[in-house]
């Protein structure tokens, strides 16, 4: 299988573990700081074939575990509506909001629909022009520019029933803030490939520099990750901090530049929350002024919705590295992917699902 086998070799994974080992001489801390390399980490065994001195602490890089409650319940209130067909992506239907989720509105009646892709719910704006239709618009700069293409093309087709809630997050804002955090423990980071592959990497040279701490962007594969880890491990052994990209057959400097153009078109940076975090000052995307018009938020009059966070889910602390999720109290027991309750244990890219999941229970990490 071109472009996947190449990267799933065992023997080149034991060789590169080994030369980790070799260069290890002291106790590391290493954030991915996407979900998807949390699972490819604990799908594979990857953090035990690392010395005991490299710690990987899984980062906040996962949309649905991000998005915060009060958006969700926003999003709850919006779809129960009679005179709404909600779309969204399929893992956001069993996200937690303060009282119940998506599934549970759609079971009451709600027009809740699963889409593969923003355009697909303008599609159904169009061929539905007595519904408003909302698109459900999360994610990192990975999915932005197709939700931006979408307000793009609604706007074009003239139509005035599609909108989309928007909580977009951004990881560089994210890196700051972990950096700046009395608790940090993070010494170098895993960039996430496919982010960089829409933003490229220029923004990281000054991160790495201001913090003293390497950036190695990272792919998704067994041997992307233990590549990106020798690379970090490399320069932290050797005093160093700057960028590297380690993903080149996916990723280049400058980026995506017409996707880029794309969002600085209808997106300006906000201050957003993040769930279990906090707000974190410019690490979001709205719409711009020109696009406000589709802007659901507005529309339906949610604006005021608040929420507060079940006391007992420490999924802030688990996106922040703060602990493992096994050492959440109520991991496994009562929380589990079918009765989850935090956003880490719902998505497929959450540490809790990618613990439970892989049957991590009795390894504290
Ligand atoms: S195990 Fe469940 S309750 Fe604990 S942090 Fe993870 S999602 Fe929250």
Known sequence: MKYLAEFRNGEIAQRLAAE???????????????GGQTHAIIRNGID???PPEIELIHGPGCPVCV????VIDKALAIAARPDVIFCSFGDMLRVPGSRHDLFRVK???????VVYSPLDAVAIARDNPHKQVVFFGIGFETTAPANAMAVVVAKRQGLKNFSMLVSHVLVPPAIEAIMNSPSNRVQAFLAAGHVCSVMGYWQYPPLAEKYRAPIVVTGFEPLDILEGIRRAVRQLEAGAAYVENAYPRAVTFEGNQPAQRMLAEVFEPTDRAWRGIGVIPNSGWRLRDAYRAFDAEARFDVADIRAQEPPICRSGDV???KIKPIECPAFGNPCTPRTPLGATMVSSEGACAAYYNYGRFARAG
Do not use: F, Y
């Open 48 to 50: 035990q074939l690392l």
């Open 20 to 34: 980790i080992r070799r260069m290890t001489t002291r106790r590391w801390a290493i954030m991915e700081v996407c």
């Open 107 to 113: 079971s009451e009646g709600g027009d809740v629909r």
């Open 67 to 70: 998005t915060p409650l009060e």
């Open 319 to 321: 996106l922040q590295g």
